[in-house]
């Protein structure tokens, strides 16, 4: 069955630093991967995903993802981050082959420092 | 907003109560889903719907009952719940459960058992 790690409970990250968020996966055939954010009291909210094609990925807010298929991992970046991007960040998968699960990460508390 | 919204946003119910969870997207979406959310854990998928007819049930109790009168509307049944069972409720949806589409989320119900 498809699964992803996030492995850092919270990041910490001074204002106008580059952020980073680790992922990885593991599928059995290709993998579709997602990235989501989550506000205090909100919803899920959609930020990129990657499918096929260009491994670096752009999304929403100034946030992209490289997708690294020997690594299997999909990272989630920002050149310079804002105190408005404090949240939960969730990695997804789902697998090219079989189960057409979305499998979610555990998620990851990201912490702007101004 | 996701388009897709949730009704009630909190819910505090005894364990012998029968209570009732909405959602309504308006995205013009065929699939629907409700997910689990607890703290320190990954989303956990309960049900799926595709045009109205439910197409997956990952093992959920039957104290837990869905319902999906239209492609736009998705209710969660409740009745006779444990306290195990208070979490973060969310509703999602996606142009069809086809894998390379993104889900859009409700902002939850917060469900309180006492």
């Known amino acids: 069955a498809q699964s992803v790690a996030q492995p850092e409970d919270q990041v910490n990250v001074a204002e106008g630093n580059p952020l980073t968020v680790k992922c990885t996966y593991s599928v059995s055939g290709n993998p579709y991967l997602f990235w989501y954010v989550q506000y205090p009291n909100r919803g899920l909210q959609f930020l990129l995903k990657?499918?096929?094609?260009?491994?670096l990925v752009k999304g929403s807010y100034g946030f992209e993802a490289e997708f690294n298929k020997s690594q299997t991992s999909f990272h989630l970046k920002k050149p310079s981050a804002l105190v408005s991007d404090s949240a939960l960040y969730f990695c997804a998968v789902r697998d090219g082959y079989g189960n057409n699960r979305l499998a979610f990460g555990k998620g990851n508390q990201v912490v702007v420092i101004p | 907003e996701t388009g897709v919204t949730q009704t009630p946003r909190h819910l505090v119910m005894g364990m012998t109560n029968k209570k009732s969870l909405k959602c309504e997207q308006h995205?013009?979406?065929?699939?629907m889903y409700w997910y689990k959310q607890s703290a320190k854990k990954p989303l956990e998928l309960m049900f799926v719907y595709n045009f109205k007819e439910q197409t997956e049930n990952n093992s959920v109790p039957s104290r837990f009952s869905p319902e999906c009168p239209n492609s736009s509307h998705l209710f969660l049944h409740l009745h006779t719940l444990q306290p195990e069972d208070s979490a973060l409720y969310l509703c999602?949806?996606?142009?069809?459960?086809?894998?390379?589409?993104?889900?859009?989320f409700g902002p939850g119900t917060r469900l309180t058992v006492t």
């Open positions: 999602a949806s996606s142009q069809d459960p086809d894998r390379t589409y993104e889900q859009y």
């Open positions: 990657y499918i096929t094609g260009d491994n």
């Open positions: 995205l013009g979406h065929n699939a």
